[in-house]
């Protein structure tokens, strides 16, 4: 039962919940033990961590919304449970954590929730992501707690530092226009979309702020650009999301034309795209019709990662790989724009959390992040992690958002998830310690 305790305790110390401070304390006793403990511990993290699922789901689609929550958190339980396994010392596992993290970005079921990284967000610290991304900052986490299990409880004084660390000023003398437009996930999945909620939203917000240039919808707001756009925009950009039946596509509108598209790449599993298809579709079509979805087609996914002129355009779960945000500063990138639809999260934490995470694609990226959500949360965050302006969610709004296009790369740009070669050595490592302890082979 303690294993249990521990990993709900775990999941407190991460987004939305402000307790990151304690992650490492936590995490100390969770630095030993086997299976039956990580399995445990899995169970009470993901379970809580998780909640939103079941929440959200089952709002939105009665009872049977639920049932995919289960086997998920049975799943990283077990993953949980084979890490603990495998890691017989506390140094490995700091190790085998991270690179198990990293993993969880890889594939087409990729799914990078849960990282201890994320108990920073709140955190100055956080800027250290601008040199080794995330899961620098779940190695950080993890030594300061294999640290504290050694008993060297000095290492408190730069974990403390790390919450104390003042941050510069950052100016954005651009300003762009965010709407929110709250239009019901379901209608829009259905096809009824609200355009003269974007357009009639659009024409108050460039009344009252007409210095906006850019003006941002978010994802799948509409089926096109509505005629009428042009006249409205008066030579402003609109960079939008368009409710494609193949792509999720992001395109880039000026005086009457597209100036260019994006295509989402990283589709979300059993959401956009249903794997196993051939051998699942009886499932698929079951809760299809219980859901009254219609028959779902798997969206088209783009062939690659490209920005649309200076605009790092990113769709919804996208914002959660680091690689994704990475790859389009590569590629010129000069301001990050997350467009996201996240009403399917209801009334849960889950939109916060989903907030949460994306704010270190900024830190990661030395870029400005402008994200517009259906419901929100829309706002803007500055290349240090910092929410500069915000609306509340769950309402029709607009927002009036500053940031900068800034040039260059950061560390983590150039150089990658060098964290998780490190990890890997530690792991390594950890385990030759453990085979030339004494008695060792006797066992």
Same mark, same amino acid.
């Given at each position: 039962?303690?294993?249990?305790? !521990?990993?709900? +305790?775990?999941?407190?110390?991460?987004?939305?919940?402000?307790?990151?401070?304690?992650?490492?304390?936590?995490?100390?006793?969770?630095?030993?033990?086997?299976?039956?403990?990580?399995?445990?511990?899995?169970?009470?993290?993901? /379970?809580?961590?998780?909640?939103?699922?079941?929440?959200?789901?089952?709002?939105?689609? =009665? @009872?049977?919304?639920?049932?995919?929550? !289960?086997?998920?958190?049975?799943?990283?339980? $077990?993953?949980?449970?084979?890490?603990?396994?495998?890691?017989?010392?506390?140094? *490995?596992?700091?190790?085998?954590?991270?690179?198990?993290?990293?993993?969880?970005?890889?594939?087409? $079921?990729?799914?990078?929730?849960?990282?201890?990284?994320?108990?920073?967000?709140?955190?100055? =610290?956080?800027? $250290?992501?601008?040199?080794?991304?995330?899961?620098?900052?779940?190695?950080?986490?993890?030594?300061?707690?294999?640290?504290?299990?050694?008993?060297?409880?000095?290492?408190?004084?730069?974990? =403390?530092?790390?919450? $104390?660390? @003042?941050?510069?000023?950052?100016? &954005?003398?651009?300003?762009?226009?965010?709407?929110?437009?709250?239009?019901?996930? +379901?209608?829009?999945?259905?096809?009824?979309?609200?355009?003269?909620?974007?357009?009639? !939203?659009?024409?108050?917000?460039?009344?009252?702020?007409?210095?906006?240039?850019?003006?941002?919808?978010?994802?799948?707001?509409?089926?096109?650009? @509505?005629?009428?756009?042009?006249?409205?925009?008066?030579?402003?950009?609109?960079?939008?999301?368009?409710?494609?039946?193949?792509?999720?596509? *992001?395109?880039?509108?000026?005086?009457?034309?597209?100036? /260019?598209?994006?295509?989402?790449?990283?589709?979300?599993?059993? &959401?956009?795209?249903?794997?196993?298809?051939?051998?699942?579709? =009886?499932?698929?079509?079951?809760?299809?019709?219980?859901?009254?979805?219609?028959?779902?087609?798997?969206?088209?996914?783009?062939?690659? +990662?490209?920005?649309?002129?200076?605009?790092?355009?990113?769709?919804?779960?996208?914002?959660?790989?680091?690689?994704? *945000?990475?790859?389009?500063?590569?590629?010129?990138?000069?301001?990050?724009?997350?467009?996201?639809?996240?009403?399917?999260?209801?009334?849960?934490?889950?939109?916060?959390?989903?907030?949460?995470? &994306?704010?270190?694609?900024?830190?990661?990226?030395?870029?400005?992040?402008?994200?517009? /959500?259906?419901?929100?949360?829309?706002?803007?965050?500055?290349?240090?992690?910092?929410?500069?302006?915000?609306?509340?969610?769950?309402?029709? /709004?607009?927002?009036?958002?500053?940031?900068?296009?800034?040039?260059?790369?950061?560390?983590?740009?150039?150089?990658?998830?060098?964290?998780?070669?490190?990890?890997?050595?530690?792991? +390594?490592? &950890?385990?030759?310690?453990?085979?030339?302890?004494?008695?060792?082979?006797?066992?």
């Amino acid at each position: 039962m303690r294993p249990f305790l !521990l990993g709900l +305790l775990l999941a407190l110390t991460l987004p939305p919940f402000p307790l990151g401070f304690f992650t490492p304390l936590v995490l100390a006793f969770l630095l030993g033990g086997g299976f039956r403990t990580g399995f445990l511990a899995g169970l009470g993290f993901w /379970g809580l961590h998780l909640i939103w699922l079941p929440q959200s789901f089952a709002q939105l689609f =009665g @009872p049977l919304g639920a049932l995919p929550f !289960l086997p998920l958190v049975l799943f990283k339980a $077990l993953s949980f449970g084979l890490l603990f396994a495998l890691t017989p010392t506390p140094l *490995a596992r700091v190790g085998g954590w991270v690179a198990l993290e990293w993993l969880t970005e890889q594939g087409d $079921l990729a799914f990078p929730w849960g990282f201890l990284g994320y108990s920073l967000v709140e955190a100055p =610290g956080r800027v $250290l992501a601008a040199w080794g991304g995330v899961y620098l900052l779940s190695l950080l986490v993890l030594l300061v707690a294999w640290g504290l299990r050694e008993r060297r409880y000095w290492i408190l004084l730069p974990w =403390g530092v790390l919450w $104390l660390l @003042p941050l510069p000023p950052e100016a &954005g003398p651009e300003r762009a226009l965010l709407v929110q437009g709250n239009v019901n996930p +379901l209608a829009k999945v259905q096809g009824e979309l609200d355009q003269e909620v974007y357009l009639r !939203l659009t024409r108050e917000g460039l009344a009252q702020y007409p210095e906006a240039r850019l003006v941002v919808w978010p994802e799948t707001a509409v089926w096109q650009i @509505p005629e009428e756009a042009k006249r409205l925009l008066q030579g402003r950009f609109l960079l939008t999301g368009l409710n494609l039946y193949g792509p999720n596509r *992001a395109v880039l509108y000026q005086e009457g034309r597209v100036l /260019g598209h994006y295509d989402k790449v990283r589709l979300v599993p059993f &959401g956009e795209r249903f794997p196993f298809r051939e051998t699942l579709g =009886g499932v698929y079509a079951f809760f299809f019709q219980a859901f009254g979805l219609g028959n779902l087609g798997d969206r088209t996914p783009g062939d690659r +990662l490209e920005p649309i002129g200076p605009y790092g355009a990113m769709i919804c779960y996208e914002s959660v790989f680091p690689s994704v *945000a990475r790859t389009l500063a590569r590629e010129g990138a000069r301001v990050l724009v997350l467009l996201t639809n996240d009403a399917w999260f209801g009334p849960s934490f889950g939109g916060r959390q989903h907030f949460a995470l &994306g704010r270190l694609r900024a830190v990661e990226t030395g870029r400005w992040l402008l994200r517009a /959500g259906n419901d929100g949360i829309t706002a803007s965050i500055d290349p240090y992690g910092r929410v500069v302006a915000q609306i509340p969610p769950h309402q029709e /709004g607009y927002l009036l958002a500053p940031y900068g296009l800034r040039e260059g790369s950061t560390f983590y740009v150039r150089y990658g998830d060098w964290a998780v070669g490190v990890a890997l050595t530690l792991f +390594l490592l &950890g385990l030759i310690l453990r085979l030339r302890a004494p008695g060792w082979r006797n066992r």
